[in-house]
């Protein structure tokens, strides 16, 4: 996998968003590897924990808007394709893609029997702050910043965050993300309920081992159960139909005028001339 690597110390199971040069955003491919990672590491039984973060500074800006803006290649998006039928066009269509690739491992990692640590050092923003958001412990750098994001384009949002987030910091605070779109340093973050610890930048992956190793040693057998038990009581058995709503309620948006304005806009860096249809 190019962009996705694995790694096994142990107990503790590594996996590394690695497309730095794109701010460990998510093409076709590196979302399903990131699920194919996801699923492997869920689902073996000698990895008790593990950490999910991205490379060189960065946790994730979520899909690729580049790759998206181009309308990728018909190769990336033929596999939901039988035969020679013609993918149909538009950016609705890529973000499909993504999307049930990405979905996939949230759900896989919810369901997980063991616990999931996003360890954020850098920018997790739009899908980035969702997939972190979907993880069972949340660590930050104390350069991190989380931020929404999406609205920037015109978007709505997917990836679990109008799942997650209400559930975590509250309606009032979710919908200040929504419309307010604050970029949230590390501190602020904490305070939100965004994360649950602040490293020193330079120490971060250091304590970040350190805290896997710990929670590798401790009764994850107990904790499975606990965590299934718990998100069931915060309504986590409805997850999968949600993520499906995000998909479709996303896709559709991706295909009307204010995604094409806002995408534009965001390449062109000026604020977007949103209309509020279609």
Not at 45 to 57: D, K, P, S, T
Not at 174 to 185: I, Q, Y
Not at 198 to 211: G, K, M, Q, S, Y
Request: with cysteine.
């Amino acid at each position: 996998m190019e962009h996705v690597k694995i790694e096994r110390d142990g107990a503790v199971g590594v996996i590394t968003i690695d497309r730095r040069a794109r701010f460990n955003s998510f093409d076709v491919t590196t979302a399903r590897d990131f699920r194919k990672a996801g699923l492997d590491l869920a689902r073996d039984q000698a990895v008790r924990v593990v950490v999910l973060r991205g490379a060189g500074g960065v946790f994730s800006s979520g899909a690729d808007l580049k790759y998206i803006r181009a309308e990728a290649t018909r190769a990336d998006l033929g596999y939901l394709s039988p035969g020679a039928r013609e993918v149909p066009h538009g950016h609705g269509e890529v973000f499909k893609q993504i999307l049930e690739y990405l979905h996939s491992a949230i759900s896989e990692i919810k369901r997980a029997p063991k616990p999931f640590i996003a360890a954020v050092d850098g920018i997790a923003a739009a899908g980035g702050l969702g997939i972190a958001m979907a993880c069972d412990v949340v660590v930050a750098s104390e350069r991190a910043t989380f931020e929404y994001a999406y609205g920037r384009t015109g978007l709505s949002g997917a990836e679990s965050s109008t799942f997650f987030l209400p559930k975590l910091i509250g309606l009032r605070r979710a919908l200040d993300l929504l419309f307010l779109n604050p970029r949230l340093d590390a501190a602020t973050a904490r305070s939100w309920g965004l994360c649950s610890a602040v490293f020193p930048t330079a120490t971060f992956d250091d304590e970040v081992a350190a805290l896997a190793r710990r929670l590798a040693e401790g009764p994850t057998r107990a904790w499975a159960v606990a965590k299934r038990l718990m998100h069931n009581a915060a309504g986590a058995d409805r997850l999968d139909v949600h993520l499906d709503a995000e998909l479709v309620e996303l896709a559709r948006i991706a295909d009307g005028p204010d995604f094409a304005e806002g995408i534009e806009a965001f390449f062109a860096k000026r604020p977007g001339t949103f209309k509020g249809v279609g």
